[in-house]
């Protein structure tokens, strides 16, 4: 995946993260990876899963 975003200019990202974010698909994607990684079924250190709720709540409070 990091070919792809590197492929894509900045104003291209923003474009695709302004799209999750309206739709709402930004917080099942992170609902989705947290899921993975409670579950074991994925790995991940703690700095990221802390980021990832981090993540999730500031995207969950701001989009009520």
Known sequence: ????V???SIDD???LIELLLDHQYALEL????LNDIESG???TD???????LSLYDQIRFEGS
């Open 13 to 15: 990202q923003k474009l």
């Open 41 to 43: 079924s994925k790995m």
């Open 6 to 8: 590197e492929q894509l």
């Open 46 to 52: 703690d700095t990221t899963y802390q980021r990832l």
């Open 30 to 33: 992170i609902s989705s990876e």
């Open 1 to 4: 995946m990091g070919l792809a």
